[in-house]
T-cell receptor, first 117, second 110 residues
Framework: GAVVSQHPSWVICKSGTSVKIECRSL??????MFWYRQFPKQSLMLMAT?????????EQGVEKDKFLINHASLTLSTLTVTSAHPEDSSFYIC?????????????FGEGSRLTVL | RKEVEQDPGPFNVPEGATVAFNCTYS??????FFWYRQDCRKEPKLLMS?????NEDGRFTAQLNRASQYISLLIRDSKLSDSATYLC???????????WGLGTSLAVNP
């Protein structure tokens, strides 16, 4: 069964609204979670690394004020896309390493497909 | 040069065929290597890690060539269910990040 759960799977919103995506580790504690974005026919692009109890680390070119990340507990990280625009439409996926991140075995959420009208 | 490079394909093969994918990486300090599988509009799932000595899991064989900085994935006796995109992932190195390739698309035809 899934070890990382992501919600919602699909969301359609109007331009200018904010959308929150949740990522939960189900049977383990995740001090670190990763947020990715994937455009059609593109690879996964790391947006930010979410750290429990501290600020997220954003990749170059990712606006931290637009993509708000909160990792308030060891099992939950949230990504809020603020004032969404059509160009933010994408597949957003979270992941967490069950053991050390360097093991490379990341467990992914089911992904959230965002469409901004 | 991209940090991780894959032939995007698509590879169209008949059932039962053997198909091989290659992936090259640019950072010689990379420490960890993986193949993930991603089905259409789904999240990626780890297929196998790649070890220096090479490793096999059923019909899948992964190999690493550090000198030439490439890894490979061999799929024998292809099944229809093998149709997916195969992502090469390289980790470690100086910035301790996982870098994802664009993926190679495989279509196994009846």
């Amino acid at each position: 069964g899934a070890v990382v759960s992501q919600h919602p799977s699909w969301v359609i919103c109007k331009s200018g609204t904010s959308v929150k995506i949740e990522c939960r580790s189900l049977d383990f504690q995740a001090t670190t979670m990763f947020w990715y974005r994937q455009f059609p026919k593109q690879s996964l692009m790391l947006m930010a690394t979410s750290n429990e109890g501290s600020k997220a680390t954003y990749e170059q070119g990712v606006e931290k004020d637009k993509f708000l990340i909160n990792h308030a507990s060891l099992t939950l990280s949230t990504l809020t896309v603020t004032s969404a625009h059509p160009e933010d439409s994408s597949f957003y996926i979270c992941s967490a390493p069950k053991t050390g991140w360097e093991s490379g075995e990341l467990f992914f959420g089911e992904g959230s497909r965002l469409t901004v009208l | 040069r991209k940090e991780v490079e894959q032939d995007p394909g698509p590879f169209n093969v008949p059932e039962g065929a053997t198909v091989a994918f290659n992936c090259t990486y640019s950072n010689s300090a990379s420490q960890s290597f993986f193949w993930y599988r991603q089905d259409c509009r789904k999240e990626p799932k780890l297929l196998m890690s790649v070890y220096s000595s090479g490793n096999e899991d059923g019909r899948f064989t992964a190999q690493l060539n550090r000198a030439s900085q490439y890894i490979s994935l061999l799929i024998r006796d292809s099944k229809l269910s093998d149709s997916a995109t195969y992502l090469c992932v390289v980790g470690g190195g100086n910035n301790r990040k996982l870098i994802w390739g664009l993926g190679t698309s495989l279509a196994v035809n009846p």
